[in-house]
Each structure stands twice: as C-alpha cells, then as structure tokens.
C-alpha cells in the first residue's frame, strides 16, 4: 500500500490548483512585515484560489522577478512602501520587463504616505498620471462614510461598476457599495489607447493634499470623472497591470465594515467580492480568449480544409473556435449583441470585412462562420481575424492563401455568356455573307457575246 500517500498527494495537487489560466505563483512585495496581519482575509481568499503565495520585502538583495532569464512569478502584488522606493530589483525597467514576458502585475497605492517617484515614473511610461503633489487624496462631500470619516471626508462610498456586458455581470460589475480609504488619485493620458478605467471618482470628487491647511482651488489639477481610483491596462501581449489606488480597502476591518452615506442607510461594504473580481481579471481567471480550430474550405468542399490555393471568385468558407477562460474552464464565448467578431480577407488592403456569426457551439467553444466569394484579383491575400476588446485578451491570427487566375480550361465557353452573343451573331453573319458570296461568285458566270462566222474569201 506504499502507493496511498502518492495517490493522495496526486488527488490533493489535483483538487488545489490555480484558477489562473497562467500560472499560480505570486509574488507580494511587501516592506513592512508587521501589516501582514491587515490583509489576512484577503490572502486567505488568494489562497483558497489555489495561489502559492511568496512574501518578500523590496530590500532583500536576492529578490528577482526573473531567473535564468524567465519569469521567476506568474504574478506580482505591490503594496506601497515606506521608504522612497522599491529598489533595484523593482525598478521600473524590470517590472516593464516582467509585463513584457506576460507576467500580471497590481499596484497598490495609498494616499497615507507619499508616493514614490518611481513608482510615478513607471506610471508615467504606461500614460498615467499621478497629481503633482503625491500625498494628495481623494475627498469627496457628498459621497463619504459618516461612520468613520466625518471631519476629513476621505473615505469614498462608490457603487460598484456596472457590467462590462448587458447580458452578465462580467467582470467587476454587481450590486453594493465599496469603501474606498485614502485612495490615491490617477488620470489616464490620451496617448495609451491600451488603457481602461475600472471605477472612476464621482463628478463631485476632487484631489487635495491632507497636509494642507487650507483648501486652494487654483491647485487642483483634475476633478470628478477625469480622476481613476482603480485602472487598468491590458499590454499588446494580454499581459495585465491593475492600479489600485485605495490599498486600505483590502484589509480585513473593510471586507465587513458597516458604512452609511449622507443620506442613506448604514449597509455593509461589498470590498470582498471586488477585491475578488480584481484579482481574478488581473491574474487572468476571467476574461481569456483562447483560439482553437481554424478552418477555411471551398463551399462545395467541406472535407478538403486549409488549401493552400484558391481561384478566383471561388465560394469560400471561413470558421474559427473562439473559447473564454472562465475561473476554471473554458465556456463557449458569446459575443456581446452591441459587438462583432470580423474576419478581414486582406491583400494590402482588406477586399471584404465580414461579421462572423455563430455557425454551431460544443461544450467549451462556439464556432463563428462567414461565407463570400473570393475577389476577382489574383495574388497573396490573408484570411485575418483582429479582436481586440477592453478587459479581454486579444485575438489575432493570420493566415495567407495564394489567389489564382482562371486556367485555361477553367473560362466559360463563349456560347454560355449571354452578353457575347451579339459579337457571335455578327461572327457568324460576316462567315455567313463570305460563303453567300464565293457562291454566287462562282455560281453567276456572266453570257458570252455572239460571235458572227463571216466566210473568209478566197
């Protein structure tokens, strides 16, 4: 029976796993050992997850995101430091690298303390913005907690951010209220078009510096909307980088805290289930596409997929498997009725753009389908499919097929074009007049004179 505690360590293994369709391993960087404790229901949640959780305090020399040239982690948590930095090892060159090798990243932020300046300067190279002043918090009166921020109006109620799609509640969206201490501000530039925000400040919110006496409203810099308290971005590479600016809303007494707006009633705070959603995006448990068969045939001729050639104006059909990750399997992905899955059949320049429409669905994929006819052009053309949307992975395969002319026993025969029967009418009646003429020529031999017989004299 030596094979019972392998087997149970095989069943055990196989029961706990990550829900992460990239890995389990994680890194927290955290400098200040002692807060640990703050956060305990919200690592046991990671946990739970099937996350293997790694602590490390940015100034542990041998701290590294990479090893032997690869990623060392699946995914790292920043929380915010005491000191003026990170360190070498978490410069903001090496966490663009860490991105750069798929690896997902959240940043906490927190308006207690100062935020790093390089911290700010990795903001700055993703098109994010911090407030120039970088104690600043966001205050708001008229959307705070009564209970535990009367005087300073610091601690932001929100409701939670709608659906991302009509027909779910996908993938932060729900009912409840979020408790958002001391959230630092951020504003997104206009040159990152990867960019997203997942919950922005309300219209009466603005960003002020707690250590400051008095209140100028020459210094503000953004206001409501224009002011994120969580985004995100989401790299060419489906690699993602969340930032949180309201770190104090993963802790344990605002997971349960009992908040009452102005005028409101008191109601306890939905933290959890965001804080769950958040991370279950960043780290890739929700929000994956992945691509399976593709296939592409003349449509008299299902059983001879993928040719390499085609003529034309052939009648063609293209088909994609297109599954979403979802916590831990993949689902068939359906399409938000607002949006298009498209497939492009592109030379330099696309020939057609069609909408690819669900053909049939399996148990973990839907098939998208379109038919047209090839273009009248011959050369190199690619059958494209780009989709890229906020909060899902990206899309985009490519695949070239060679277009021909006719061959020569391929065009249609003269007879069987009806524009061309003028021209054969006309062919046929010159053929007709020449032969017509040669008869009568030869036919209509012209009267010989008569010729007199006058006796010669002798």
């Not at 946990?47 to 090893?67: D, H, I, M, T, V």
């Not at 971005?233 to 949180?244: C, D, G, I, K, W």
């Not at 992905?333 to 298009?340: C, I, L, T």
Request: proline share 6%.
């Amino acid at each position: 029976m030596r094979w019972c505690p392998s087997f149970l360590l095989f069943c055990f293994l196989a029961v706990v796993h990550a829900l992460s369709s990239s890995g389990d391993r994680l890194l927290v960087v955290l400098e200040d050992a002692t807060q640990k404790d703050l956060y305990s229901t919200f690592w046991g949640d990671l946990e739970a997850r099937g996350y293997s959780l790694s602590f490390e305090s940015p100034k542990n020399e041998k701290l590294s995101l990479f090893q032997h040239g690869e990623k060392a982690y699946d995914h790292v948590l920043i929380l915010p430091p005491k000191s003026k930095g990170f360190g070498p090892s978490l410069n903001p060159k090496n966490i663009l690298d860490f991105l750069n090798k798929d690896g997902n990243i959240i940043l906490a932020l927190s308006g207690k303390s100062t935020t790093p300046s390089a911290i700010s300067s990795l903001l700055i190279e993703l098109d994010l913005h911090l407030p120039t002043d970088r104690s600043s918090v966001v205050v708001d009166h008229f959307n705070y907690d009564t209970l535990s921020a009367s005087d300073n109006h610091d601690v932001l109620l929100l409701q939670r951010p709608g659906p991302l799609r009509p027909d779910t509640k996908a993938f932060f969206g729900g009912e409840g209220i979020l408790a958002l201490p001391r959230a630092a501000p951020q504003t997104l530039g206009n040159n990152n078009p990867l960019l997203a925000p997942i919950l922005r400040a309300p219209a009466t919110a603005y960003s002020h510096n707690p250590k400051e006496e008095a209140f100028n409203a020459e210094d503000v810099g953004a206001t409501g909307s224009q002011l994120a308290i969580v985004s995100s971005m989401q790299a060419r590479n489906s690699a993602r980088f969340t930032v949180l600016g309201s770190v104090e809303s993963l802790e344990d007494k605002w997971f349960s805290a009992t908040v009452k707006g102005l005028n409101d009633k008191k109601t306890q705070t939905a933290n959890r289930e965001f804080a769950k959603q958040l991370t279950s995006w960043t780290f890739k448990e929700t929000g994956v596409l992945k691509v399976g068969k593709i296939e592409h045939h003349l449509a008299d001729e299902p059983e001879n997929l993928n040719p390499t050639i085609y003529r034309v104006k052939n009648e063609t059909t293209f088909n994609i498997e297109i599954s979403e990750y979802n916590q831990d399997k993949f689902v068939p992905f359906e399409v938000p009725s607002e949006d298009a899955v498209q497939l492009e059949f592109t030379m330099l320049s696309p020939f057609h753009r069609l909408t690819l429409t669900p053909s049939r669905r399996t148990e973990n994929s839907t098939i998208y389908s379109t038919s047209f006819t090839v273009p009248d052009q011959h050369g190199i053309f690619s059958f494209r499919v780009n989709y890229k949307r906020p909060f899902f992975t990206n899309i985009e395969e490519k695949h070239e097929v060679t277009i021909r002319h006719f061959a020569h026993d391929e065009y249609p025969r003269s007879w069987r074009i009806s524009g061309g029967w003028v021209w054969i009418a006309g062919l046929w009646s010159v053929i007709g007049g020449f032969l017509a003429f040669v008869v009568m020529w030869l036919y209509s031999e012209p009267s010989q004179p008569a010729v007199s017989k006058v006796k010669k004299a002798q």
